[in-house]
C-alpha cells in the first residue's frame, strides 16, 4: 500500500481545539525538522514563554525517550508533540503527572476507534504488547511556578528500515487501523485538547482524580515485573497505582511497596 503524507497544518490544527484549550494556547509552532521539541520548548521555558506553548516537527535529528533512549521520528511517519505548561505548585505535587500525561495520549488513540489501546507503567502506551508510543516530561523552575514540557511521540507509518532499529516489539497506527489514510491534524487537535484538560484537572486535584482512569488502561496490573534501578532490582506482581502514581508492587512475602518513577525501567516477565 502506499502511504497517504499528510503535513502538519497549523490552521486545520487551530480548527480542531475547543475553546478551552484554545483559549489555554499561548502559541502553536511547527516545524519541518527540529533536534527536539521538547528541546525546542525548554529553551522557551528558560526565556519566560508562557504556559500553553504548543510544539510540533515533522521530523526530529535527537528525539529522545526515557533514560537516554533515542526516539526514532523519520520525516512525516509519527506524532511528535509537546507542550509547556506552567503549574503554581511545588514539584513534589506533580507526582503522577507523567501517568496523566500517558491517560491523554491513550483517550487520543482510542478516538480513532482502537479499542486495545494499553498503558505500561510509567511512560509507554502500548497495544497488544507493543509500544506504539511514549512519554518524555521534562522540568524546571523555583518552587513558586515550576515549569513541565510533556513530550508525546506516537508511530504512525514507521518505514521498515526503522523498525529495525527499535530494539523492542513496536507497532504503529497504520498497522492497528489497516489504513495509511491517517490525519496527523486531526490526531494532534485532539491530543492537545486532552492535554489541556488533564493538566488543568491535574493542577487542582493532583494525580488521585485519575488513579480509577489509569487503571483502566493498566496493562501490567497482576502480572509479575522486574525492575531495574540505579543499584539494585526488584521483581513482584505489579497491584496498580497509588494516588502519586507510585506503582505498587508485590513481594513473594506478600508485601505491597510503592516505586516512583525517576530513573526505574519496567520489564514485564509473565
Known amino acids: 500500500m502506499s502511504s497517504v503524507l499528510e503535513l502538519l497544518d497549523r490552521e486545520h490544527i487551530l480548527a480542531g481545539l475547543t475553546a478551552t484549550a ?9 516545524f ?5 521539541t521538547n528541546a525546542y520548548l525548554q529553551a522557551g521555558a528558560r526565556e519566560d514563554w508562557p504556559s500553553g506553548a504548543v510544539c510540533l516537527a515533522e521530523q526530529q535529528s535527537a528525539g529522545r525517550g526515557r533514560l537516554g533512549r533515542r526516539w526514532q521520528t523519520p520525516f512525516g511517519a509519527s506524532l511528535a508533540l509537546s507542550l509547556l505548561w506552567r ?3 511545588p514539584p513534589d505535587a506533580l507526582s503522577g503527572l507523567s501517568l496523566a500525561t500517558g491517560i491523554a495520549a ?6 480513532l476507534g482502537v479499542a486495545e ?3 505500561k507503567w510509567p511512560n509507554d502506551v502500548w497495544w497488544r504488547e507493543r509500544k506504539l508510543g511514549g512519554i518524555l516530561l521534562e522540568s524546571g523552575g523555583g518552587s513558586g511556578e515550576f515549569y513541565v514540557v510533556a513530550g508525546i511521540g506516537l508511530n504512525i507509518n514507521l518505514p521498515p528500515f526503522i523498525g529495525e532499529l527499535i530494539d523492542q516489539p513496536w507497532v504503529d497506527l497504520r498497522e492497528i487501523l489497516a489504513t495509511t489514510a491517517i490525519f496527523r491534524n486531526s490526531i494532534a487537535a485532539t491530543l492537545i485538547n486532552e492535554l489541556v484538560e488533564i493538566f488543568t484537572r491535574f493542577e487542582q486535584g493532583g494525580f488521585a482524580d485519575f488513579v480509577g482512569e489509569w487503571a483502566k488502561f493498566d496493562i501490567i496490573a497482576g502480572r509479575r515485573v522486574r525492575l531495574q534501578m540505579l543499584n539494585s532490582t ?3 506482581i505489579a497491584r496498580g497505582v497509588d494516588e502519586t502514581g507510585a506503582l505498587l508492587l508485590e513481594s513473594e512475602s506478600g508485601e505491597v511497596k510503592p516505586y516512583i518513577g525517576g530513573e526505574i525501567s519496567l520489564r514485564v516477565e509473565s
Open 87 to 89: 503549574f503554581h505548585l
Open 32 to 36: 519541518p525538522m527540529l533536534d527536539s
Open 117 to 119: 489501546v494499553g498503558l
Open 106 to 111: 491513550a483517550r487520543t488513540v482510542q478516538t
Open 22 to 30: 484554545q483559549s489555554a494556547l499561548s502559541r502553536l509552532e511547527l
Open 234 to 236: 526488584v521483581t513482584g
